[in-house]
C-alpha cells in the first residue's frame, strides 16, 4: 500500500508516445510510483492531444499559428509528499514539450 503517514499524490502527464518511456523512466528514477514493494507503478492509455502554438511559442512539434494533433500518452503514476518536486523537475526536464503540463491530485489511503 502507500505510505500511510505521509500524505501522497496522483500525478498525470501527457507526452508524445515516443518519448514516453523516457518520460517514465524519469518519474521513477525521481522517486514517483512506488507502491508497498513495487517501484516504477504507472498506467498508460493513448489518445490525441491538440494544440495550436500561438506568436512567441518555440513549439517541439507544429508551427505557430497553425493547429497540431499528435498521438499522445496519458501518465499517470502516485508518489509520496517527499518525492513530489523532485518528481515535477523531473517531468519538466524529460518531457519534449516547451509547456509540460502535470496533473496533481492528493489521494487518500485506503485501509
Known amino acids: 500500500m502507500y505510505e500511510e503517514h505521509m500524505k501522497n499524490y496522483k500525478i498525470v502527464v501527457y507526452v508524445p508516445e515516443d518519448h514516453a518511456d523516457k518520460l517514465r523512466e524519469a518519474m521513477g528514477n525521481a522517486g514517483a510510483g512506488k507502491i508497498g514493494n513495487y517501484t516504477f507503478c504507472t498506467f498508460t492509455s493513448k489518445g490525441v492531444g491538440r494544440f495550436k502554438p500561438e506568436n512567441g511559442a518555440s513549439p517541439t512539434i507544429g508551427e505557430v499559428g497553425r493547429l497540431e494533433s499528435v498521438e499522445e500518452e496519458r501518465i499517470e503514476t ?5 518525492s513530489l518536486k523532485e518528481v ?4 519538466k526536464e524529460a ?3 516547451e509547456e509540460s503540463a502535470a496533473d496533481v491530485y492528493s489521494i487518500e489511503v485506503i485501509k
Request: proline content about 8%; glycine content about 0%.
Open 78 to 82: 502516485v508518489c509520496q509528499e517527499e
Open 88 to 91: 515535477l523537475r523531473a517531468i
Open 95 to 97: 518531457h519534449p514539450y
